[in-house]
């Protein structure tokens, strides 16, 4: 049993350009989360910038949504740029 | 003052100064690195077993670093495990403050305040040594030991400030280890010396900058500052309180039923 609330951890890489989330853990407020989250998730040097958020400020899609969420997008492959011939002068893209 | 120990011929064979300084840096961090393993897996929440696990590991760092310098100045072809595994209790130089039992988590993290604030002082000071290779592990371990001092800090806060139950434990916890904080400031007439060349540091010198940090978390975390009514000593000589014992026989077993074992 854990009464002290749960909290989700996102650490952003030496390389990585955004916080990536990496998991969760219990603490009794932000301050000792913050420091938790290095004990347990930046031991190996996994990362350089630490953030926490308290899990229940988290609003989630349901899975029971799933198919009204994301099934629309299935069939709209004219979403993905790829009906363009790209010009020949044109680089890097 | 009653409850001290200070019987002289039974203390450790004396070493050179420099030897005996370091082992006693070392003893310090290998003594309570092996007090923090205690907690894994016994911790109040896994995530606090990772956190006084890694803290024990920073500690350990220390204690090889500085054994290994021991040993090497010694020049009696005494390694880190000689030194660690395979010396009797009246020779280990560490503070009575870091044999002391885990008792509950406010002893531990009593413990950990009063250790770890004289071990930021002294790794601060340490780190200009005159002796190049203690200002580096001093440079390295001022690091570790800030976060170990800043994670002590905001639990007493909590206990402190938290239900009327943590508050009592943790009034308790600052009860049962303030007897072995005057131990840390006591003048140490072997390192004198070395002191006064720059080589280490005057303990006592450690006693103010130390206070002014501890006794205003203590007062923060609206808790009273213990006023003890003994003050052990003489763990610098070899002289230790009756935990020491069950700590190295648990610590040395493994090494000494098997010499020579790796993994």
């Known amino acids: ?93 | 003052m009653i409850g001290t120990w200070d019987d002289r011929s039974t203390a450790a064979t004396p070493l050179a100064p420099l030897v005996e300084y370091t082992l006693g840096l070392g003893d310090d961090a290998l003594v309570l690195a092996q007090r923090l393993g205690e907690w894994i897996a016994s911790g109040p929440q896994i995530e606090e077993d990772m956190a006084l696990a890694n803290i024990g590991l920073d500690l350990l760092g220390q204690a090889r670093a500085l054994l290994s310098y021991a040993g090497e100045l010694e020049g009696a072809g005494r390694d880190e495990d000689a030194l660690a595994y395979l010396r009797d209790e009246r020779d280990f130089r560490n503070l009575q403050i870091v044999e002391r039992p885990n008792g509950d988590f406010a002893v531990t993290m009593a413990r950990q305040l009063a250790f770890a604030a004289y071990q930021y002082e002294l790794y601060g000071r340490l780190k200009t040594s005159a002796d190049t290779t203690l200002a580096a592990v001093a440079a390295k371990a001022v690091k570790e030991v800030a976060y170990h001092r800043d994670h002590a800090t905001r639990w007493i806060l909590r206990l402190g400030g938290g239900t009327d139950e943590s508050h009592r434990r943790m009034q308790a916890g600052l009860e049962s280890i303030w007897p072995y904080v005057g131990e840390m400031f006591d003048p140490e007439p072997a390192v004198a010396e070395l002191a006064a060349s720059g080589v280490a540091v005057d303990p006592t010198t450690l006693r103010e900058p130390w206070a002014a940090y501890v006794d205003g978390v203590v007062a923060e975390a609206t808790l009273e500052l213990p006023e003890p009514r003994f003050h052990g000593r003489g763990g610098r000589r070899g002289l230790h309180t009756e935990a020491m014992g069950y700590l190295l026989a648990e610590m040395q077993h493994l090494h000494r039923a098997h010499p020579g074992a790796t993994w």
Do not use: C
């Open chain 1, 1 to 93: 049993m854990n009464a002290e609330p749960l909290w989700e951890v996102f650490v952003r890489s030496r390389r990585g350009l955004s916080h990536i989330h990496v998991g969760s853990l219990h603490a009794p407020d932000a301050e000792m989360a913050l420091r938790n989250a290095r004990d347990v998730y930046t031991r190996r040097q996994e990362g350089v910038s630490i953030w926490v958020v308290p899990a229940a400020s988290i609003t989630a899609s349901s899975p029971d949504e799933k198919d009204s969420f994301f099934d629309p997008a299935g069939d709209k492959v004219y979403r993905h740029p790829t009906f363009y011939d790209i010009p020949d002068e044109v680089r890097h893209l």
